[in-house]
């Protein structure tokens, strides 16, 4: 059985278990398949001042940490001509070495590390100082260069404290820590353990990707299983494996991991484990440390982890509860999209029953709603709040559309473009802008467009918002002047600029731009591209980019396309009454929304 637990670096030298030998420190053997020692100025380094500043927050006042921990250190266990254990080190060689390195130059004992098939680094090793450094061959260089590196390093420190090196010595040795990892191999035979052994080493390697907190857990949790006999605990450790893999296979689908979070993780299951661990993150293997804390401190340690493993599964079932609630779904979905409540108060929230849990969800959308003033919303102001709101407006759309497994806001999709492209306002229709087109390209581009989305319109019949009077706007001879515009070899920017403005004129309706009702949607790319375009363009661009499987939020969708108006049916500018039935759809969805609180 695998076994994991955390020591700190003093055990790794001298521990109860170590065997009685002529010097009694424990042996390490770095098999031949791997390389030999290669780490930079760089690496150690980054180690030594990883340490360094363990050391400093000991010494602030109410420090807190217990422990400084590095990276697992993956052994199995062997053993020598004595028939002592000798320990292979599967991964974890490069710190190894380091903390010997460190370990020389303090003047502290060691343990023995053993190059297999490189008797020669071996002894370099052991007998490294200023006066042998040697480049002879590639081991040889890079641990020299690693000592050097160190003794600089020491020397500094000790020029400005003659006491450091002990305090550093006596911090590293009792609570700077590994993650002992102690491997039992499958196979029995000699030559295929060799295989095993290489292939978790090329596992661990590929990629340079570090074991997380999710794969130490799962070894702990593992390790403590008991049972009565070898057959039944096999039997429950294949039961952990396949309980283990349900949800890992679950979390994994893409639309079902970013409605709960924007984190990347090997390993999804491990957003549980940080959330009973009550971690933001797992820095430093905070997560596994709580993990083995618990189990340790127990009395009972595989009771522990059975119940430990029961709250996981627990929390999956919550999690798969609230996906596949419709309402749930729609309502826990917006408050996390809009970093209104975090999924820890959530999880902490649930723990009472289903209708209880269902009114307090609903309670915090009918919060962030009641802070939201439609008529003061704008461009120009909390423009977060702006978005959150056309989120929600977007989540309460499609909530209220018949029950159907198309009918759910793809808040995987959403989520997605808020971690990578971000999401935008888009003016409906365009702002007037201050600076004329100057770039030919630019210009180019911009006839093309708008003579493609204006080409079978003649007139445009406008409505003053403010008196009703009615009014025909000539484009057909405004089109004709872009279009020999669009023939000439040099084209006339202040000419070009003053008909654009023209045409924009044209299409424009009596409004303040930056207020609620000229505002929707879209992902910060999909917005430049529809920079400066009229409201036909942005019609026919929006259509395009759905067609290309671009992610458009569906009220945004619907606006282009004109759904929320009903008596205008001009479908080539962003009219007075268009934006007046937009606002009113709004604010009919918000409506229907608080009206579930009287029904519930």
Request: proline letters at 3%; one cysteine or more; hydrophobic letters at 35%.
């Amino acid at each position: 059985m695998n076994t994991i637990k955390t020591i700190p670096i003093g055990q790794l030298i001298l521990n109860k278990e170590t065997p009685n030998r002529e010097e009694r420190v424990e042996h390490y053997i770095i098999p031949s398949y791997q390389r030999g020692y290669r780490w930079t100025d760089l690496h150690v380094l980054a180690l030594l001042e990883d340490i360094d500043n363990f050391l400093k927050s000991q010494s602030v006042m109410g420090a807190t940490k217990e422990s400084y921990c590095l990276q697992p250190v993956v052994v199995v266990a062997q053993t020598d001509e004595s028939g002592d254990v000798v320990w292979e080190i599967v991964d974890g060689q490069q710190r190894l070495t380091t903390l010997y390195l460190i370990l020389k130059r303090l003047g502290k004992r060691r343990y023995k590390i053993i190059f297999d098939k490189r008797y020669k680094s071996s002894h370099f090793l052991e007998n490294l100082s200023p006066a042998t450094y040697n480049d002879d061959t590639p081991d040889f260089h890079f641990m020299s260069e690693a000592y050097r590196c160190i003794d600089q390093w020491f020397c500094e420190k000790e020029n400005e404290d003659i006491a450091y090196a002990d305090e550093f010595a006596t911090t590293m040795l009792k609570q700077v820590q590994v993650i002992w990892y102690n491997v039992n191999l499958i196979t029995k035979d000699q030559n295929d353990q060799e295989s095993e052994k290489i292939d978790i080493f090329n596992r661990l390697n590929i990629g340079k990707i570090p074991l997380e907190d999710a794969e130490l857990v799962r070894a702990l949790l593992m390790s403590k299983i008991e049972e009565k006999t070898e057959h039944e605990k096999l039997m429950r450790q294949a039961e952990f494996s396949n309980e283990w893999y349900e949800i890992e296979h679950w979390l994994q689908q893409h639309g079902v991991w970013r409605f709960l979070t924007n984190k990347s993780y090997a390993n999804h299951i491990q957003l549980i484990f940080e959330l009973l661990a009550k971690n933001k993150n797992s820095e430093n293997y905070n997560t596994y440390k709580w993990f083995e804390k618990e189990i340790r401190n127990s009395v009972n340690e595989t009771e522990q982890a059975e119940y430990l493993w029961k709250r996981v599964k627990q929390t999956f079932s919550k999690f798969r509860y609230w996906y596949n609630d419709r309402t749930l779904y729609h309502y826990i979905g917006f408050l996390l999209s809009a970093n209104f409540i975090k999924i820890d108060e959530i999880l902490e929230k649930s723990e009472t029953d289903k209708q209880s849990f269902g009114k307090w969800v609903y309670s915090k959308v009918d919060e962030f709603l009641n802070d939201v003033d439609i008529e003061q919303l704008s461009y120009e102001g909390d423009q977060t709040l702006l978005k959150n709101t056309l989120l929600l407006f977007n989540v309460l759309s499609v909530l209220q559309l018949k029950a159907n497994p198309q009918n759910r806001f793809p808040f995987n999709l959403y989520n997605e473009i808020k971690k990578g492209e971000k999401w935008s306002l888009e003016h409906i229709h365009a702002q007037k802008s201050q600076d004329p087109l100057q770039r030919k390209d630019v210009i180019k581009n911009w006839i093309k467009d708008t003579l493609d989305s204006i080409d079978k319109i003649d007139f445009i019949e406008k409505t003053d918002g403010i008196d009703g009077e009615k009014c025909q706007v000539d484009v057909k001879s405004m089109r004709e002047k872009l279009l020999a515009m669009s023939q000439q070899e040099d084209i006339d920017n202040e000419e070009f600029n003053l008909l654009r403005s023209q045409i924009v004129d044209a299409f424009d309706s009596p409004s303040t731009k930056h207020q609620l009702d000229n505002m929707a949607l879209l992902s910060c790319p999909d917005n430049a591209s529809l920079n400066n375009a009229i409201f036909p363009v942005k019609r026919d661009r929006i259509i395009e980019m759905e067609r290309q499987g671009k992610f458009i939020p569906p009220c945004t969708r619907n606006v282009f396309l004109k759904i929320y108006s009903k008596a205008d049916n001009q479908p080539y500018f962003w009219s007075h009454s268009d934006k007046q039935e937009y606002i009113n759809e709004i604010i009919t969805v918000f409506d229907k929304f608080k009206k579930e609180k009287n029904n519930g």
